[in-house]
């Protein structure tokens, strides 16, 4: 009796340990109201309009190759109908995967807070093939899970500040709004589309207005 006894508590305490390794770690940044607030990598406060609606938080290992947080706020109607994105990420590849840099290259780059951050812009419609256990498909169930839907297309920008030389570390910020104003699809805007002429000027709006909806401050250490 006593050596079962000795048994089953060594499955117990296995079974507990298994939980508490497999569980996800919580996110570490705070978000009071429409600021979030970083304590490291970087130190930084990031303030967003007073109409944005904060819709959580998730950290997990990205692939397995990175500690991923991710932060979303929405600007939405009465019908949660999605009209902005703003989702805030901060990533670091595992010290398990040395090899692995990031290798952002785009010519464009804004200045926010005093960082330098590299700009992508792109379009994207709805339904679109979404990778299995990427950042977006965290995003966007999560943004679903609360009830809000997407619109039909969106037009992004991106923007990611590499916090050290060896590029292993990020802050990725990235800002969408819905298309229906501009009175385009996903397929006008596309290369051969009959507005194709058009999405240069959009996307420099829209990265004039995620500079001026955007306020980075940073944080003594």
Not at 39 to 44: M, R, Y
Not at 101 to 119: A, I, K, N
């Amino acid at each position: 009796m006593l050596k079962l006894l000795a048994v089953l508590l060594c499955l117990v305490g296995f079974v507990t340990d298994k939980f508490v390794a497999d569980k996800a770690p919580l996110p570490e940044r705070t978000v009071h109201d429409t600021t979030l607030v970083s304590q490291h990598d970087p130190h930084v406060q990031i303030q967003l309009p007073a109409s944005a609606q904060y819709v959580g938080a998730e950290r997990w290992p990205l692939y397995d190759i990175a500690d991923c947080e991710l932060h979303a706020f929405v600007e939405a109607d009465h019908q949660h109908n999605v009209h902005k994105l703003y989702w805030i990420q901060f990533e670091g590849y595992l010290p398990s995967r040395p090899d692995m840099h990031h290798t952002y290259d785009s010519p464009r780059h804004l200045q926010m807070g005093g960082l330098d951050f590299y700009v992508d812009t792109w379009i994207r419609a709805d339904g679109e093939k979404t990778e299995s256990g990427s950042d977006r498909e965290h995003i966007e169930t999560m943004i679903r899970a609360k009830g809000y839907k997407m619109p039909a297309g969106m037009l992004y920008v991106r923007l990611v500040h590499l916090l050290d030389a060896e590029k292993r570390r990020e802050l990725m910020i990235i800002y969408g709004e819905d298309l229906q104003p501009t009175g385009f699809a996903v397929t006008d805007l596309n290369e051969g589309g009959k507005a194709h002429d058009r999405l240069p000027a959009l996307e420099a709006d829209i990265t004039e207005q995620a500079k001026q909806k955007i306020h980075l401050q940073p944080l003594e250490p």
